[in-house]
């Protein structure tokens, strides 16, 4: 045997081979072993702990790789074995360039930024998927659904979900989507599903048109794509992203029994609260009612503070007559006093103004020996210009007037 391992070393090794995993498993020691397959056959191989520990992804059945490593013979049974040195999955180097220059374009305009993330409702009154009609995915979802949340209506938009022509259909039936949430109020939660697979299977999930449609969603877009450790740029610019189709219905739907478990505990708060609210106002009721006590008491205690009020009333209206009265006799003597003071302030403010004005009565300048002159017209003349040589002027005097012609005019 060891003659042929080492027949095989020398000829053949170092080898790549390409292959499908089957039967993947990891000892307690850290070694994983599995077969690679294609259509031709399959070989066993075999990857020791120091060569798995730098894998940088889950190797997991159905997965296309490319193994590194040597040809071996297993002694003991006499097996041809893969040593495999290096795991990486098939294809993984172009399109992996290709998801990180999108994603970084994509980033780049803020596609992906947490403030564009809205939060799921939650109890939506109907929630859309879409995905395949055929997928795994959604039976997964449809059974979480119906487990959980059986009176919330879904809405399926079927579109392919691998495939050149998958980008194009899942736009499509986002589109749909669309339209009718905006039209009737349809799928307030949509839910983007797909089960696991290559980076291959998932790559309608990169396509930049899909993702700028997303980018457009009226309502929020949970995207459940692949496992838990598979990531596509449609679940960077979704609202929420989930490990598996199943979590993403599990995130929109609350289970029922936790719903009724609320409306249970709301109902118990309601009732004490009703109970709790009506013997308050029993025991108000019972404080008024020994408050008031009889009715007939009740009245005779009216009755008596009604003839209290009326006793004082009346007493109250005595004295203030009483008391206008004493004021108008007051008044009615002190009238005529007033009266007879008012006449004579009057009288004496008459004197006065009569001695002001006979101040001023220009008779009384006259009779001090002074004439006032007028011309032909009756107009005064007060300054010598006014007066001509020769003019008729006229003089009034005390007791008369005088014609008079001027002589001579001096200034």
């Not at 009020?309 to 007493?315: C, E, N, T, V």
Request: proline letters at 4%; hydrophobic letters at 40%; glycine letters at 8%.
């Amino acid at each position: 045997m060891r003659a042929i391992a080492d027949t095989l070393s020398a000829r053949f090794n170092p080898v790549a081979v390409r292959g499908e995993i089957s039967g993947f498993s990891r000892a307690a020691s850290g070694h994983c072993y599995f077969s690679l397959k294609d259509e031709a056959g399959q070989i066993r191989c075999a990857m020791f702990r120091r060569s798995a520990d730098q894998l940088n992804f889950a190797p997991r059945d159905g997965q296309v790789v490319e193994a590194h490593g040597k040809l071996d013979v297993y002694g003991p049974r006499g097996d041809l074995q893969l040593i495999v040195e290096a795991l990486k999955p098939a294809g993984q180097g172009n399109l992996f360039e290709q998801f990180l220059r999108l994603k970084a374009k994509l980033e780049a305009e803020g596609l992906f930024d947490n403030a564009r993330k809205r939060g799921v409702p939650s109890q939506p009154r109907s929630i859309g998927v879409v995905t395949s009609l055929g997928a795994a995915a959604l039976r997964d979802v449809v059974t979480a659904l119906r487990r959980r949340v059986p009176h919330i209506p879904v809405v399926i938009y079927p579109a392919a979900v691998q495939g050149s022509q998958a980008p194009a259909e899942l736009c499509a039936a986002l589109r749909k989507a669309y339209q009718r949430h905006a039209a009737k109020g349809e799928a307030e939660v949509l839910l983007l599903v797909r089960g696991g697979g290559s980076l291959e299977d998932l790559w309608s999930f990169n396509d930049e048109g899909l993702v700028r449609c997303l980018a457009e969603a009226p309502m929020p877009v949970v995207c459940g794509v692949g496992h838990e450790t598979d990531f596509t740029l449609a679940d960077f610019v979704a609202d929420l992203r989930a490990p598996t189709p199943t979590a993403a219905a599990e995130m929109c739907a609350p289970a029922r029994e936790v719903r009724l478990g609320e409306l249970a505990y709301f109902q118990e708060r309601l009732t004490d609260a009703v109970w709790s609210s009506m013997d308050q106002r029993a025991q108000r009721l019972d404080r008024l009612a020994h408050r008031m006590g009889r009715p007939s008491t009740r009245l005779h205690d009216s009755r008596q503070s009604l003839l209290s009020l009326q006793h004082r009333l009346q007493r109250g209206l005595a004295l203030t007559v009483q008391a206008q009265h004493n004021a108008l006799q007051r008044l009615d003597g002190q009238l005529p006093r007033a009266a007879q003071q008012w006449v004579e302030l009057q009288h004496h403010r008459l004197e006065h103004a009569q001695a002001r004005l006979s101040s001023l009565d220009p008779q009384r300048v006259l009779e001090r020996g002074y004439a006032l002159l007028t011309d032909s017209s009756g107009e005064a003349i007060t300054q010598a210009g006014q007066a001509l040589a020769g003019q008729q002027v006229q003089a009034r005097l005390a007791d008369g007037s005088l014609d008079l012609r001027v002589e001579t005019v001096s200034e």
